[in-house]
């Protein structure tokens, strides 16, 4: 069990002279190389973000920030997966112990202020890093933090906060002061976009509550038209097969349904698989065609690939209100966010596959040559 007092005396002591940060530094010159003191310091990666980057694909080159890097764990983790990372603290005491622990590191290291961050930093990253650092900090400190997060971020980059989490009206004795939903909201007013938030218990105390929130920095994406007329060929290519395999997908929800419960004979049978231009195994064949066409297209033309998901994220944002899945256990509305991220999946995490009910979508032919520039196939 960590020992809070010397961190709680250091803070309520630069709290009393105004000064809101200073104390972190302090903190660190006070530990003299001994961890227990600085309560964070767990000497190992946050479990819950090890989690997170297990259903992610970190590639290589990926440019990371971690803000508030304290010992760095967080921050080699990263850099072991390919990421570009860039770890800063506002404690030059901290960023010196660091850079022992990890003489070899891939990571740079430096001293730097979130509330004053350099700017060169603006607009460059693809994924920002906050794990307990906003907690730390007072009120009015943590305001300007929460303006100055977005502006790191580049186009379609991700923010991943991770922090205690509380009601309104909860007594508070910080630090750290848990955050309640509504103060976590300033980072959507500030123009991100919320797409993922977990409410869960501390794996290690079960009377601490936590929050891990994902957010995103809407931008410029990559545009169909902006494209090479060889690259557009390929994504019209792929998407003829897609249009094919929503074909297929229903047909065989109709065949299925007609065998099960429409009294259909085998000679019945066997009229409807005529009737509907498929064969038996199309369906399969035609995910392996749609995965190597992916693959390849991924490998030899990775802009085509980001234009073509975010053309197909245009598609359903258009239509959420609209759209509807066929499943196996019937009609289901699709929710928003789920499905723009499979569709990201695809460009962004590196799979050679299209989640399998992304098949079901019935989309507007009008719209789809609208956002594509060209008419769906098939």
Same mark, same amino acid.
């Given at each position: 069990?960590?020992?809070?007092?010397? +961190?709680?005396?250091?803070?309520?002591?630069?709290?009393?002279?105004?000064?809101?940060?200073?104390? $972190?530094? !302090?903190?660190?010159?006070? +530990?003299?190389?001994?961890?227990?003191?600085?309560?964070?310091?767990?000497?190992?990666?946050? =479990? !819950?973000?090890?989690?997170?980057?297990?259903?992610?694909?970190?590639?290589?080159?990926?440019?990371?920030?971690?803000?508030?890097?304290?010992?760095?764990?967080?921050?080699?983790?990263? +850099?072991?997966?390919? %990421?570009?990372?860039?770890?800063?603290?506002?404690?030059?005491?901290?960023?010196?112990?660091?850079?022992?622990?990890?003489?070899?590191?891939?990571?740079?290291?430096?001293?730097?202020?979130?509330?004053?961050?350099?700017?060169?930093?603006?607009?460059?990253?693809?994924?920002?890093?906050?794990?307990?650092?906003?907690? %730390? /900090?007072?009120?009015?400190?943590?305001?300007?933090?929460? %303006?100055?997060?977005?502006?790191?971020?580049?186009?379609?980059? @991700?923010?991943?906060?991770?922090?205690?989490?509380?009601?309104?009206?909860?007594?508070?004795?910080? =630090?750290?002061? =848990?955050?309640?939903?509504?103060?976590?909201?300033?980072?959507?007013?500030?123009?991100?976009?919320?797409? *993922?938030?977990?409410?869960?218990?501390?794996?290690?105390?079960?009377?601490?509550?936590? $929050?891990?929130?994902?957010?995103?920095?809407?931008?410029?994406?990559?545009?169909?038209?902006?494209?090479?007329?060889?690259? @557009?060929?390929?994504?019209?290519? /792929?998407?003829?097969?897609?249009? @094919?395999? !929503?074909?297929?997908? #229903?047909?065989?929800?109709?065949?299925?349904?007609?065998? !099960?419960?429409?009294?259909?004979?085998?000679?019945?049978?066997?009229?409807?698989?005529?009737?509907?231009?498929?064969?038996?195994?199309?369906?399969?064949?035609?995910?392996?065609?749609? +995965?190597?066409?992916?693959?390849?297209?991924?490998?030899?033309?990775?802009?085509?690939?980001?234009?073509?998901? *975010? %053309?197909?994220?245009?598609?359903?944002?258009? $239509? /959420?209100?609209?759209?509807?899945?066929?499943?196996?256990?019937?009609?289901?509305?699709?929710?928003?966010?789920?499905?723009?991220?499979?569709?990201?999946?695809?460009?962004?995490?590196?799979?050679? *596959?299209?989640?399998?009910?992304?098949?079901?979508?019935?989309?507007?032919?009008?719209?789809?040559?609208?956002? $594509?520039?060209? #008419?769906? =196939?098939?």
């Amino acid at each position: 069990m960590k020992d809070r007092a010397v +961190a709680k005396d250091l803070a309520a002591a630069s709290l009393a002279a105004g000064d809101g940060t200073g104390w $972190f530094d !302090r903190l660190y010159e006070a +530990a003299e190389g001994d961890a227990s003191v600085v309560p964070w310091a767990d000497l190992a990666p946050n =479990p !819950r973000l090890m989690t997170w980057l297990g259903s992610q694909a970190v590639e290589p080159g990926m440019r990371v920030l971690v803000v508030g890097c304290g010992l760095g764990d967080d921050a080699e983790a990263l +850099a072991a997966l390919g %990421a570009s990372v860039t770890a800063f603290d506002i404690s030059p005491a901290c960023v010196r112990w660091v850079k022992g622990r990890f003489a070899d590191s891939p990571v740079t290291y430096v001293v730097a202020d979130l509330l004053e961050p350099p700017q060169a930093w603006e607009g460059g990253f693809d994924l920002i890093v906050e794990i307990y650092t906003l907690q %730390a /900090m007072p009120g009015e400190l943590r305001k300007v933090a929460f %303006a100055r997060l977005p502006g790191l971020l580049a186009p379609e980059g @991700r923010l991943l906060v991770i922090c205690r989490g509380r009601e309104e009206g909860d007594p508070v004795d910080g =630090p750290p002061w =848990p955050l309640t939903v509504g103060q976590l909201g300033a980072l959507s007013e500030a123009g991100l976009v919320l797409e *993922h938030f977990d409410d869960f218990q501390d794996g290690q105390d079960a009377t601490i509550r936590r $929050f891990l929130a994902v957010y995103r920095r809407p931008g410029a994406r990559a545009e169909i038209g902006a494209l090479s007329a060889a690259s @557009r060929d390929r994504v019209m290519e /792929m998407e003829g097969m897609m249009a @094919r395999r !929503r074909l297929v997908s #229903a047909w065989l929800l109709n065949l299925d349904g007609y065998e !099960r419960w429409g009294n259909a004979s085998p000679e019945d049978m066997d009229r409807a698989w005529k009737d509907s231009g498929i064969s038996p195994g199309e369906d399969e064949a035609l995910d392996r065609q749609i +995965a190597a066409a992916l693959g390849a297209l991924r490998k030899d033309d990775p802009e085509a690939v980001r234009a073509w998901a *975010h %053309a197909h994220v245009r598609l359903l944002e258009g $239509f /959420m209100g609209d759209l509807e899945v066929a499943g196996s256990t019937g009609t289901q509305r699709f929710v928003a966010a789920g499905e723009r991220a499979q569709w990201l999946e695809v460009a962004e995490d590196g799979r050679d *596959h299209v989640q399998e009910n992304t098949y079901y979508v019935q989309v507007s032919r009008a719209r789809h040559e609208a956002i $594509f520039g060209f #008419a769906l =196939p098939g």
